[in-house]
């Protein structure tokens, strides 16, 4: 194999990609290219170059422990606590191969981007891991098709390692008649968060450009040297770390950066339009997925998740229907969706944050109905799965079998409920529902209480570490 490592930086967010992608469900758990998701895709496109054993994620917890918990258990993870941009992450990942006694070329990239060359992509992370080798970091830099304002751009020096260059200076985000200028001139191109380094390298230049971070790398070093689990010694101390990208924080600042003219094609996904790109399309050049009827509709993408979407006489639109939310925009203007997830934040939204299907490490939930004293979900656990031993204080639970068995623990008792058969938690009890046996457990739950919100649960023991 190659020696070198992949860090996955699964954390993004995702907002302009509003209703599909949410804060826990985010743009890279989503098949936006495919059958896979975007993460399985960026790892899949990593083979043969890394090995399966050498792919360490670094991502939110609540993400991880959620939507990419049945996907991601099989890699390393490091779980971040709270969100702090890249900087924090890519330091995280390097200090634990340093930790381990390692000190490899780590190939540092987003789990939400598509590269449909795998071939190309590998090829010139081995053309980049030569550079890194001798203390560069490498940052890769795409062939501008479009004089973007939504990117930031690198501006390329005079050859160092082959085809990898010095960088002359970053432009960030810059307004159009400057982005047409670079492209006229050129030289430049788009900066695609894609790096090669080794991880002491990326460790030392944090320690003279980011003292503040390397501050609490240190202190986490210092716990697990006496002990503790890198993971317990991260929660202790990740959100004193300064909230900065490495671009911002070390690239910009660093006189060991580099960068690698890249040939393959490559989207960050950052829009509905983007997605509207790399899509397959119709004889008309719409972009469709799901339940879709239309009449004299061109250049569109239309998504569906479920209800039927009748469209008549749009073009350039787009459509996106989701159980609890449908986005209506043309294709132009689909960068300003996240305006309006910010609008919506401001409002306390709650489909900014959760979709209608909730994931969580023991399998999902889903609200069927909501009023003000009651609420109906569909909860279905996988195989050997079960929820925290929990109780609520402010509601009660009604829990029916549909499918498979269920272990219920309730107060002191242990119960085994059958299909077709059912259970009932009082307020203030504790419980725990799991499933041991070999098909997914199906239960409908029905909440009574004054109060149903989701933060009512006091956990005593818990398979997946949350408080």
């Not at 381990?100 to 070329?105: F, H, K, Q, S, T």
């Not at 950066?257 to 989207?267: G, I, K, N």
């Not at 350039?316 to 996240?338: C, I, N, Q, Y």
């Not at 490490?361 to 609420?375: D, I, Q, R």
């Amino acid at each position: 194999m190659s020696g070198i490592e992949a860090v996955v930086l699964a954390g993004g967010s995702g907002t302009r990609l509003w209703p599909a992608s949410r804060r826990l469900m985010p743009k890279q758990f989503l098949p936006l290219a495919g059958g896979q998701s975007l993460l399985e895709a960026t790892i899949a496109r990593l083979a043969p170059l890394v090995a399966e054993e050498d792919v360490r994620i670094v991502g939110g917890r609540d993400q991880m422990l959620g939507p990419g918990y049945a996907f991601t258990r099989r890699y390393r993870v490091l779980l971040e606590p709270c969100a702090r941009n890249t900087a924090p992450a890519v330091g995280l990942a390097a200090l634990a191969a340093r930790l381990e006694g390692r000190d490899p070329v780590q190939l540092v990239l987003p789990a939400d981007h598509v590269i449909p060359d795998g071939a190309a992509f590998r090829q010139a992370v081995q053309e980049a891991a030569r550079a890194a080798q001798e203390g560069w970091l490498v940052t890769f830099s795409i062939q501008p098709s479009f004089p973007a304002t939504g990117y930031g751009y690198i501006q390329a020096g005079e050859p160092l390692v082959g085809e990898v260059r010095r960088v002359v200076r970053f432009v960030e985000k810059p307004p159009l008649e400057e982005a047409k200028r670079m492209l006229e001139e050129g030289g430049y191109g788009w900066n695609a968060g894609i790096f090669v380094w080794k991880a002491s390298a990326i460790l030392a230049e944090m320690e003279k450009h980011l003292p503040e971070l390397a501050q609490v790398l240190d202190a986490i070093a210092k716990d697990v040297q006496q002990g503790k689990d890198l993971q317990a010694a991260v929660d202790a101390h990740f959100a004193k770390a300064p909230e900065i990208s490495v671009d911002y924080g070390v690239l910009e600042r660093s006189e060991k950066v580099a960068t690698l003219p890249a040939s393959f094609r490559w989207s960050d996904v950052g829009s509905w339009r983007a997605v509207y790109e790399v899509a397959e399309k119709d004889e008309h050049g719409n972009a469709v997925h799901g339940r879709v009827k239309l009449r004299d509709v061109k250049h569109s993408l239309i998504e569906s998740t479920g209800r039927l979407v009748a469209a008549i006489g749009l073009e350039g639109m787009a459509v996106v229907e989701t159980p609890d939310a449908v986005l209506v925009a043309p294709l132009a203007r689909s960068e300003e969706v996240k305006q309006l997830v910010e609008e919506l934040k401001r409002e306390h939204a709650p489909e900014v944050d959760e979709p209608r299907r909730v994931h969580r490490p023991w399998g999902w939930y889903e609200v069927l109905l909501e009023s003000e004293f009651y609420k109906i979900k569909r909860i279905e656990v996988r195989p050997g799965a079960s929820l925290s031993l929990q109780r609520h204080r402010h509601r009660s639970e009604h829990w029916v079998v549909v499918s498979g068995a269920a272990e219920v623990v309730r107060g002191e008792e242990t119960l085994l409920v059958p299909q077709g058969e059912s259970t009932f938690i009082p307020p203030g009890v504790k419980h725990r529902l799991a499933n041991r046996g070999r098909i997914p457990l199906r239960v409908i739950e029905v909440q009574l209480g004054e109060y149903l919100g989701e933060d009512d649960i006091e956990r005593f023991e818990d398979d997946y570490g949350r408080g």
